[in-house]
């Protein structure tokens, strides 16, 4: 099994430009979780899907963060416009049952 | 929301020494988990814990859940380089997991 695995790795962008992060979760999960992780607010959790079906998008910080899940394997956190603050580690995560498999993360980087 | 506090924020011990880091809640945890991450790298879970009271060992790590279900410590013994990582622990609500902001520790040979 891969694990979950995210793209890119690292992304470098100017402000104002649009940011597409994708994640493929492990085959055979239904939830899938998006958190964005700063040494000022640690691990914050996004949004999280259960069968593709957003559930709880509370945490997204405002109207230019987006989330779709298409299918069981896809997801997408888009920011668009993007800004400096939203410079970050974005992790997402799949799980079937309380145990989470956290991807290796897309550092952000918005100057 | 519940707002969960681990401490200490950091720590930094030399190769061979015990330590014990704290997580706390405000609320009674329905179950808790304790991750590791290592640098680049996503969180692993370490353990769960859902009975108060309830001791778990991994190896050299031994997890507590206190018996009000509103705190839970983890304890390493004679602490390595390769245990060096952000701990964290998280609380479970149904299929959602909130984080403390985590320990680091530093083990140095």
Known sequence: DAGVIQSPRHEVTEMGQEVTLRCKPISGHNS???????????L????????????DDSGMPEDRFSAKMPNASFSTLKIQPSEPRDSAVYFCAS????????????????? | TQLLEQSPQFLSIQEGENLT???????????????RQEPGEGPVLLVTVVTGGEVKKLKRLTFQFGDARKDSSLHITAAQPGDTGLYLCGETSGSRLTFGEGTQLTVNP
Request: aromatic residues 20%.
């Open chain 1, 95 to 111: 799980s079937f049952g309380l145990v989470l498999h956290f991807g290796n993360g897309t550092r952000l980087t918005v100057t």
């Open chain 1, 32 to 42: 899938l979780f998006w958190y964005r992780q700063t040494m000022m607010r640690g």
């Open chain 1, 44 to 55: 914050e959790l996004l949004i999280y899907f259960n069968n593709n079906v957003p559930i």
């Open chain 2, 21 to 35: 880091v704290y997580c706390n809640s405000s609320s009674v945890f329905s179950s808790l988990q304790w991750y």
